[in-house]
């Protein structure tokens, strides 16, 4: 069997349980601590996910894309789907899937800055809050989520997955914010990964 087989088996385990518990558990299992019966690794997350490439922006009624907030919510909705949750995790947490320890953003821009808000991704900081006090992780070992989806066409043409650390790596972030701590992305990078999917680093599909 190959590697991506045995990912995919893997995955899929994971995926049958967390179906199960979310449909049990009224309280939503995206929005709580992360569990190791079924905490992904980020190459399941990829193997997942990675039909998510050429999805489209949702858009109105009147066919223009949809406001930042509600477009970002619809596509951490899309991605916890996939990843076996029924319900969609709550807006503004940190991570937005919890129980996955990810953070997910989506971009309809030509220009891309991606906001991190008051979490540098590359910190060392234990995250500072409740769901948290046992397990102990440091942001940089939140997973990110980035999708590119530039006009015209507001398709995905770009899946970035990376730990905040890989995240510094590849990017560089500056250690210094204003409101927020945010990101480029050069028009360099983005042209020649058009059609590709970045895990861990990696190239992990490209068309």
């Not at 990017?171 to 999917?197: C, L, N």
Request: no cysteine; glycine share 8%.
């Amino acid at each position: 069997m190959t590697v991506r087989g045995s990912l995919i088996i893997s995955a899929e385990k994971k995926k049958k349980r967390i179906f199960q518990s979310d449909l049990e558990d009224a309280n939503g299992l995206a929005n709580q601590a992360p569990g190791k019966d079924a905490f992904y690794t980020i190459e399941e997350i990829a193997a997942l996910i990675e039909d998510l490439m050429g999805i489209e922006a949702p858009r109105d009624v009147d066919g223009r894309i949809l406001e930042v907030r509600p477009k970002g919510h619809w596509f951490e909705f899309e991605v916890a789907k996939r990843l076996g949750y029924n319900y969609p995790p709550g807006g503004g947490l940190f991570p937005d899937i919890r129980h996955q320890a990810l953070e997910v953003k989506h971009h309809t821009g030509k220009n891309i800055t991606v906001d991190f808000g008051r979490y540098h991704p590359g910190s060392d900081e234990v995250i500072n809050e409740t769901w948290n006090r046992q397990l102990k992780l440091r942001v940089k070992d939140i997973r990110y989520l980035i999708a590119l989806a530039p006009p015209k066409e507001f398709k995905v043409t770009t899946l970035i997955l990376l730990t905040g650390a890989q995240i510094v790596n590849v990017f560089g972030v500056s250690p210094t914010a204003t409101i927020k701590y945010q990101m480029g992305i050069p028009d360099k990078w983005r042209e020649e990964h058009r059609g590709k999917m970045l895990v861990g680093e990696k190239v992990w599909r490209s068309e």
